[in-house]
């Protein structure tokens, strides 16, 4: 079965620091890869995804992810966070064959300090 | 656009009652989802639902039923709760190969309280 791992648990960043958070998938075949945020009290949206092609992927609000499959990871990064960042975020991988069921790592909560 | 709506938002029930999650969704995918996301442990798929008529288990099935009813709507139920059910409901849907290019869209949650 696939996993996905998010070794950081809670970060904590003032405000224009930059971001960098770790996610690494287990499956060596073709995988989708995604990352999705939850802001406090609301649903998840998807902040940005990896199918093919150029391997850094932009986002929405300024987040980008580059996916390195030697390494098997996909991880997040943002060059200047703001107090708004303050969420929840998930990676999840989908794969294989793009049988739609996505596997979720544990989340990462990022706190941040105006 | 409503997107995807999960009713209730909020439940509280005692150990061993019943009760049905219900949602809906408003942009005509084929595939539905319900997943519990617990403190720690990220997201975990109860159960899917590839195409009207069709429910699959996910990692955590036990204690749960689902029922596509049609290609809108995706119920999931607990026939007995018990307190290990406490936790967040996500209803949410997709549609591979589409504009969306498989994105899932997620309802708000339903937490679910067991006493």
């Known amino acids: 079965a696939q996993s996905v791992s998010q070794h950081n648990h809670h970060v904590i960043l003032s405000e224009a620091a930059s971001l960098e958070l770790g996610c690494n998938y287990s499956?060596?075949?073709?995988?989708?890869l995604f990352w999705y945020v939850q802001y406090p009290g609301q649903h998840l949206q998807l902040l940005l995804k990896y199918f093919s092609g150029d391997p850094l992927v932009k986002g929405i609000k300024g987040f980008e992810a580059e996916f390195i499959k030697s390494k098997f990871s996909f991880n997040l990064r943002k060059p200047s966070v703001q107090w708004s960042d303050t969420a929840e975020y998930f990676c999840a991988s989908e794969g294989p064959f793009g049988n739609e069921k996505l596997t979720f790592g544990t989340g990462t909560r990022l706190t941040i300090i105006p | 656009n409503a997107g995807v709506t999960q009713t209730p938002k909020f439940q509280v029930l005692k150990t061993g009652q019943s009760m049905t999650l219900q949602c809906a969704q408003d942009m005509n995918h084929n595939s539905m989802y319900w997943y519990r996301q617990d403190p720690g442990m990220g997201l975990r798929l109860i159960y899917y639902s590839a195409s009207e008529g069709t429910t699959d288990k996910g990692e955590v099935p036990n204690g749960y039923n689902v029922s596509r009813l049609n290609k809108r709507e995706f119920s999931l139920r607990l026939e007995s709760a018990a307190p290990s059910q406490t936790s967040v409901y996500f209803c949410?849907?997709?549609?591979?190969?589409?504009?969306?290019?498989?994105?899932?869209?997620f309802g708000e949650g339903s937490r679910l309280t067991v006493l």
């Open positions: 949410a849907s997709s549609e591979p190969g589409g504009a969306s290019g498989g994105e899932l869209f």
């Open positions: 499956y060596g075949g073709t995988v989708n």
